[in-house]
């Protein structure tokens, strides 16, 4: 009983120096040791030995990890706002009997810990909204090394983020990875800089460098975010290119609209019936296919339809297709995307399809299109959409197609050379222009036109001598109206007098005509010619279209004035 005194009294004399919480309850549950540190946390008073433990302690936690203590038990318990490591141990031994209670408090290291927990949650958060940024961001220390990037770096660049993590800025600079970086301007100028940026995969990126500085205002990081342009500015590129030929045709359809249908000269009865069908198909947006020999006129029917229709203040454009070669004709029509071809130019290019959407595109001499270009465009007319050269992404698009040519396209169909299907899809609407040799009518009112824009052009007065007026009616004008145009220019430019009297006829211009090869002059013979000349434009006007108010229409005069000719030169009138 003694022994058992003296090791009871050692056990507490040295749990009293112990700079922590101890006690113990024996199996009964009384309190039978405890330091004055148990005593002030647990608020028990100094007469507390061999007394009921649970009757005496405030905390129900600590009378349960007492009941609970099994093996060892260790919990975090709360007591009056501070936090202690508790340790149960189970003791069953000659000399003790129970629960040894040891307590540690922690609760600066609870604080630290929840900083911690709490620093741990912002910086999860912080890379949250780094990765959820669109832009990319870029991280390095003072010295350029990086440290950080977020998941849009290399779906913007390109790069991966093992290829420059952990390498320093300059180096991936001369390395070729960047044409410049915005966070070697900061660290050199220690201030926020702007500016676009090319990367090595092509990409263009808007990014902008910020620096962090410590409290010392030392420079310890950089903070560079990065939007990719590369598409605004290709968008930009396109809308310029646009806007040029947009500007250009607006100006070609501002003239159209200026000078009318001057140019569309309507003097005999084969052309007003033309006149007459281009006026009607005109308001639909069928296909036209425009037939008939080199120079008869088929771009100015081409343009005349365009001005009278719905799309009149949208662009005309033509193309053609003769003077292109096969190699390029494909993505001059549709465009091309960047990197299409060798020699393509880096940003793309857009076609005339595009160029002309909303408007009309003449294609010229379509049958010296590609065979093998000839189903893609058929696919374009039946889908109304392209596809760029290099491309995937199909363009939809609204034009008014007509197509032109001085070939015999059914006999190309008949030798193979141009599809069937092909010929079908353009030969909605049929419009053949005669020869100016079956139209003789108009050689005189075209010689008249082109004189007269020659003056204008030049600020002079020239004027034909009419006894060549015969002659160029004569004439079988193989060039047709294009070769009258050039060969009154010829003269027009020659001529050194305000009289033109001397014409060259021929692709060689090696016939000459001139007013002396007539007999002498006499202005009675002259004016009997004239006569005799205008007699009969007015009786095969009347014949052909039956009637004075047509044949008034077709050679350009008022009705009364038919009468009055008709009256004069004893021609007979029948209906109105």
């Known amino acids: ?18 700079p922590i919480v101890v ?3 024996d199996e009964t549950g009384k309190l039978c040791v405890f330091n004055e540190a148990a005593q002030n946390v647990l608020q028990i008073p100094p ?23 099994v093996g060892g038990l260790k919990r975090i318990v709360n007591l009056n706002e501070r936090f202690f490591l508790c340790h149960s141990f189970q003791i069953d031994d000659k000399v003790f009997t129970g629960c040894l209670i040891i307590m540690t408090d922690v609760t600066e290291m609870e604080h630290i810990k ?3 927990l709490e620093a741990q949650g912002l910086k999860d958060e912080l890379d949250t909204i780094i990765q959820a940024s669109f832009d990319y961001i870029f991280v390095t220390d003072g010295k350029g090394n990086v440290l950080k990037l977020n998941d849009s770096y290399t779906r913007i660049t390109g790069i991966k983020a093992d290829e420059v993590l952990g390498k320093n800025i300059y180096d991936l600079v001369k390395a070729g990875f960047y044409n410049r970086a915005a966070t070697i301007e900061v660290i050199e100028h220690k201030k926020t800089t702007t500016f676009t940026q090319t990367v090595k995969t092509g990409k263009m990126v808007l990014v902008t460098g910020n620096p962090v500085f410590d409290a010392n205002g030392e420079l310890v990081r950089v903070v560079t975010n990065g939007r990719d342009i590369t598409e605004l500015y290709n968008l930009k590129q396109e809308i310029e290119q ?21 140019d569309y000269i309507v003097a005999s009865p084969k052309m007003f019936e033309i006149w007459d069908l281009i006026n009607r198909i005109a308001k639909a947006d069928s296909t036209i296919l425009i037939s008939g020999e080199s120079g008869v006129g088929k771009e100015i029917v081409a343009r005349e339809i365009h001005r009278n229709s719905m799309r009149s203040d949208k662009p005309y454009i033509s193309l053609n297709c003769a003077a292109i070669p096969d190699n390029l004709i494909e993505s001059e029509l549709f465009g091309y995307e960047a990197g299409a071809f060798t020699g393509a130019l880096r940003k793309g290019k857009m076609g005339i399809f595009q160029v002309a959407n909303g408007g009309t595109l003449l294609l010229d001499e379509i049958g010296e299109m590609p065979f093998y270009l000839q189903a893609k465009l058929l696919r374009v007319i039946q ?11 199909p363009i939809p698009i609204n034009v008014r197609l007509i197509t032109a040519t001085n070939r015999n396209l059914w006999q190309m169909v008949q030798e193979g050379k141009f599809r069937q299907d092909f010929y079908y899809r353009l030969n909605v609407v049929q419009v053949q222009i005669p020869p100016i040799r079956e139209r003789k009518e108009e050689i005189t009112a075209f010689v008249d036109y082109f004189i007269g824009l020659l003056n204008k052009k030049y600020i002079l007065n020239k004027r034909l001598d009419p006894l060549l007026l015969k002659r160029l009616v004569d004439y079988d004008w193989p060039g047709n109206v294009r070769e009258i145009k050039n060969t009154i220019e010829q003269a027009f430019v020659t001529s050194p ?27 009675v013979l002259l004016k009997e010619a004239l006569q005799e000349y205008e007699s009969q434009l007015i009786r095969e006007a009347i014949k052909s279209n039956g009637s004075s108010r047509k044949a008034a229409a077709v050679l350009g005069v008022s009705q009364a004035t038919i009468w009055r000719k008709a009256m004069q030169y004893g021609i007979k009138l029948s209906g109105e």
């Open 383 to 393: 889908e109304n959409e392209i596809i760029r050269v290099g491309g995937t992404k």
């Open 1 to 18: 009983m003694k022994q058992h005194s003296m090791v009871k009294s050692f056990y507490k004399k040295a749990v009293e120096i112990l």
């Open 497 to 523: 007098g305000q009289i033109i009297s001397e014409i060259r006829l021929g692709p060689h211009q090696k016939k000459c005509v001139s007013t002396d090869d007539q007999p002498t002059k006499n202005p």
């Open 47 to 69: 007469d507390a030995y061999d007394r009921d433990f649970s009757a005496i302690c405030p905390s129900t936690e600590i009378v349960s990890l007492i009941n609970k203590a």
């Open 23 to 25: 006690f113990a309850v």
């Open 242 to 262: 646009a806007q040029h030929l947009r500007q250009h045709y607006q100006r070609e359809l501002q003239k159209m609209q200026s000078e009318g249908s001057e």
């Open 114 to 116: 929840l900083q911690l």
